[in-house]
C-alpha cells in the first residue's frame, strides 16, 4: 500500500468511528485506540504535505485562528418561519395552503424545532466547503474552520447523494454537556453560562477553533436545498441524507392530516423534558417538494411550513420599579424591573411593558406580584397580575410624561402606540442610537467600531451624528480610553471601507422612521438615487409596490428637514454611495417593467433563483401565487396542477423557459 493509499484508508477508517460514535451512538472502538490512529494519521500527513485535505479528520482537532469573521451572502434565502399557537392556528394554515394546492388531501412532516444556532452548510460534488449563519436570513458570517470540528457533521459524503447542495441545521449544545461544561467552569472560579441555546451560539464565533472542538457541540440536520430533482419528497431527502452520514434525528414522522399532526404536538410537549436538548415546539412542513414549490413564500416565511410553539413557561415575582427606555427614533419604552427569577433557563431581571396602554389594561403597579413568561421564549413580557397579593398602599401607575435622559416633553400622535421624545438632536440616546444602527452589520457594517466606542466618541465630543465618522481620524482617536494604536487605525480603515457598501444598505443606516431592509431595497431599486427619492412626493411614493401612507410621509418628513438634507450632503462629499452604481445598473434594463410573473415548475437552462433575479433586472415583480394581477407565468416541466388549473381559468399566458430568455434577450 502506497503511503497516499495508507492515509486514504485511515481516512475512511477514522470518519467511519466518528460517525458511529457522534451520529448512531454506537462506538466500535475504544477511544484509546482511536486516539492512536488519529495520530498515526497526523505524522503520515505532517511528513506528506503534498495530500493535505482540509476534510481529514485530522482537522477536527481545531488550531485555526479567525480574526474576523467575513460575511457571506446566502445563495438560498434562509426564511424564519410563522408561529402558531393553537389548533385552531394550524386548521387555518391547512384552509390556506388547500385552497391554493386545489387539494383535500395533504401529507405533512412533523419535526421537532430545535433550540441552538441556525447554520447552512455548503458542499459541493459531496465535499463539505462552507458553512455561514443564518445572520438575516440574507447574509451570516462565515465559520467554516469552527463547523469542522463538529464531529457529528460529515466532511464528504457518498456520490449516490445529490452532488451540490445545502444542509440546513441547528448547532446545539446537549444538555449532560452544557452542564459539564459549568461543572468545569466553577470548579476554576469562573462564571457559569446562561444556556446551552447562546453558549452554542457564542461557540461559532470564538476566534480559536481548537477551543470550538473541545466543546461538545452537535448539529441536528432538518432540511436539504438543492436544484438538483432526485427525491421528490422532503422526508426522502432527509432519510437519504441520514443514510449518507447526516445527523438526522429519529424523532420526524409523516402525517396525513392534522389531528395526527396534533397527536405529534401534544406527545412531544410533555416528552421533550426526556430529550438529551432543548425543544421549543414543533415544525410541520408540506412533505412533497413541487407542492412546496406552488406555495412558495411570503416576504418573510415559506407558506408550506409553519412552526407550533409550545407553551412558555412562566413564573411570577415581583415588579420592583418602572423605568423608561429612549429608542434611536425617539420612541419610549417602558421598562419592568423585577426581582431576579428563573426563567427558561435564564436569570429574569427586566422585561419589556410595551407601551402606556399595556400598562393601563393590566393595571401594572410598583411592588406588585406579576407573572412573566418569554414571547416565543425569547422575550420576557408581564402577562398579568396577581391582584391577590396587591399592597394595600398601592397606587395607579402614572406615565412618564418628560423624557428620562433630556428632560424634554413627550409626545404622543393619534393612532401611535408610542410615546416620543421629539428632541431628535439633543438627545444622547437618539444620537447614540442612530450611530450605532449606522455601524450596525445589516446598514455600513463598519467593521472596528462598536457600540460602546460610539457611546466614548460622542461623549468626547468627537462626533455627533453619523456623518462626523468619516471627519475622525487616528490622532484623534488614539488618546480614548482603552485605545491602542492599532485598534484606531483598523476603525479608521473600517469607516473608510464603508463607502463601498452599496446605496441599498446606505439607506436603511440612515434609519428613516418605518424603512427597513425589505423597504430599503425596494426604494433603492426604484429611485436608483437618495436625490429622486428625496425629491419624490408622496404619489410618486406610494406608487412604489408596498409603499404605503405611512411609510411615504415618514420619507417626506426626513427629506424636509434642514439637518438631514445637510447630513446628506456631508456624506456625498464623503464618497458614500447614495445613488445604485453603474456596475448594478450595467445588466438592468426596464424590458419588463409593470409586469408580475409566477415561475412554477422544473427548469433546465437557469435555476429558479436565477429566473427570478433576471425578472426583477428586467423590471419586473416575482409573485408566488396567481392573481389577477399576473401578467405572466414562466412554467419548466411539472408545473403545479392547481397553478395551471388557475393560470387558464384567468387566460394567463404562459412562457417556456425559452420564451422567456427570448424575451429578455
Known sequence: MTIQQNIQALREELNQHNYNYYVLDNATISDYDFDIKLKELIQLETENPQFFDANSPSQRVGGEITKNFETITHKNRMYSLDNSYSKDDLLDWEKRIQKMLGVDEIEYTCELKYDGASINLSFEKGKFIKAVTRGDGFQGDEVTANIRTIKSIPLSVSADFVHNFEMRGEIILPIDGFNKMNEDRLKNGEEAYKNPRNTASGSLKLQDSAEVANRPLDCLLYQVVTDERKYKTHFENLETARNVGFKVPDTITLTKTIDAVFDFVNYWDIKRHDLPYETDGVVIKVNNLQQQEELGYTSKAPRWAIAYKFKAEQVSTVLNEITYQVGRTGAITPVANLEPVQLAGTIVKRASLHNADQIEKLDIRINDTVFVEKGGEIIPKIIAVDLSKRPDNSEPTIYATNCPECNTELVRSEGDAKHYCPNEFGCAPQITGRIQHFISRKAMDID????????????????????????????????????????????????????????????????????????????????????????????????????????????????????????????????????VSAESL??????????????????????????????????????????????????????????????ESLEIPILSEQNFIDIIG
Open 586 to 647: 450595467e445588466n438592468q434594463t426596464d424590458k419588463l417593467a409593470g409586469k408580475v410573473f409566477v415561475v412554477s415548475g422544473v427548469f433546465h437552462q437557469m435555476t429558479r433563483n436565477e429566473l427570478k433575479k433576471a425578472i426583477e433586472d428586467n423590471g419586473g415583480k416575482v409573485s408566488s401565487s396567481i392573481s389577477k394581477k399576473t401578467s405572466f407565468i414562466v412554467a419548466g416541466d411539472n408545473m403545479g396542477p392547481s397553478k395551471l388549473t388557475k393560470a
Open 448 to 579: 472596528g467600531l462598536g457600540g460602546e466606542t460610539v457611546d466614548l466618541l460622542r461623549k468626547e465630543g468627537l462626533i455627533q451624528n453619523y456623518a462626523d465618522l468619516y471627519d475622525l481620524t487616528a490622532e484623534q482617536v488614539i488618546p480614548l480610553e482603552r485605545m491602542a494604536e492599532k485598534s484606531a487605525q483598523n476603525m479608521i480603515a473600517g469607516i473608510e471601507k464603508s463607502k463601498e457598501i452599496p446605496f441599498e444598505k446606505v439607506l436603511f443606516a440612515l434609519g428613516i422612521r418605518f424603512v427597513g431592509e425589505t423597504v430599503a431595497k425596494k426604494l433603492a431599486k426604484h429611485f436608483k438615487s437618495i436625490d429622486k427619492l428625496m425629491t419624490a412626493d408622496l404619489e410618486t411614493l406610494i406608487s412604489v409596490d408596498e409603499i404605503g401612507d405611512r411609510i411615504a410621509q415618514s420619507i417626506i418628513d426626513f427629506s424636509n428637514d434642514l439637518g438631514n438634507i445637510q447630513l446628506i450632503d456631508r456624506l456625498k462629499l464623503h464618497g458614500v454611495q447614495l445613488e
